[in-house]
């Protein structure tokens, strides 16, 4: 499925206010900051599903791909 130019600036948008320091990655610390009230496990699945590299951190290709791309 080919995204819109549209979706794909939202998800850029969304992953820009997750990577708090902007170095183009989320850690499972900015995770964890962005997301304050959801379950560690949750992070930890969210994470792993996303880090597709297994570099413990994702991308934002890797976080388009997690969104459904």
């Given at each position: 499925?080919?995204?819109?130019?549209?979706?794909?600036?939202?998800?850029?948008?969304?992953?820009?206010?997750?990577?708090?320091?902007?170095d183009g990655y989320v850690t499972?610390?900015?995770?964890?900051?962005?997301?304050?009230?959801?379950?560690?496990?949750?992070?930890?699945?969210?994470?792993?599903?996303?880090?597709?590299?297994?570099?413990?951190?994702?991308?934002?290709?890797?976080f388009i791909r997690l969104n459904?791309?």
């Open positions: 499925m080919e995204l819109t130019q549209e979706r794909l600036d939202a998800l850029r948008r969304e992953f820009d206010s997750i990577d708090q320091d902007g499972e610390a900015e995770l964890r900051a962005h997301f304050p009230d959801l379950p560690r496990e949750a992070i930890g699945a969210l994470n792993s599903a996303a880090d597709v590299d297994s570099d413990g951190r994702f991308s934002l290709e890797e459904g791309a």
